[in-house]
């Protein structure tokens, strides 16, 4: 199926170069080359062959550039599993984190003990992060100088 050549304003060319020679998300500069290629006269078979992309995701781009214009190069929110820990829950640990240095395992144990809820180290590992906890290994005691 031949499609017209996707008319870009000046405007709307330099922002997506600016995008893509200096984008900081790698998909944003991908999605914004593919309508570069459209903007220039290229074959959606060959873009897809030369993006390494299927041939429907580069008809989907260039229908939700259409639609949507600069807002389809950024990613959409997915959704997922709704969180195991509900706000209360997190307030307790990070109390029970500043409090004393306990590990993982030790903060899920509590977690089972105080609220009956059962989460993976790693998953707790990760919910600590996105309160701004960080944690290093000690390599050497201080204890032996």
């Known amino acids: 199926m031949k499609l017209k050549v996707l008319e870009l ?9 600016k ?3 200096k984008g900081c998300d790698w998909r944003m500069r991908h999605r914004a080359q593919t309508l570069l290629h459209f903007g220039d006269g290229w ?7 030369q993006q390494h ?8 781009r260039r ?8 807002a389809s190069l950024a990613d959409k929110h997915r959704c997922g599993v ?6 209360a829950q997190r307030e307790q640990l990070r109390m029970w984190a500043t409090a004393q240095a306990l590990t993982a395992r030790q903060l899920v144990t509590k977690l089972k003990e105080e609220f009956d809820i059962f989460i993976h180290p790693n998953t707790l590992g990760v919910i600590l992060k996105q309160m701004g906890f960080v944690w290093k290994r000690t390599r050497h005691s201080l204890k032996k100088t």
């Open 9 to 17: 304003s000046q405007e709307d060319r330099a922002k997506l170069v």
């Open 19 to 21: 995008i893509v020679e």
């Open 43 to 49: 074959r959606a078979k060959a873009i897809a062959t």
């Open 53 to 60: 992309l299927h041939l429907d995701t580069v008809y989907d």
């Open 63 to 70: 229908k939700h550039w259409l639609q949507e214009g600069f």
């Open 82 to 87: 709704a969180s195991k820990v509900n706000e």
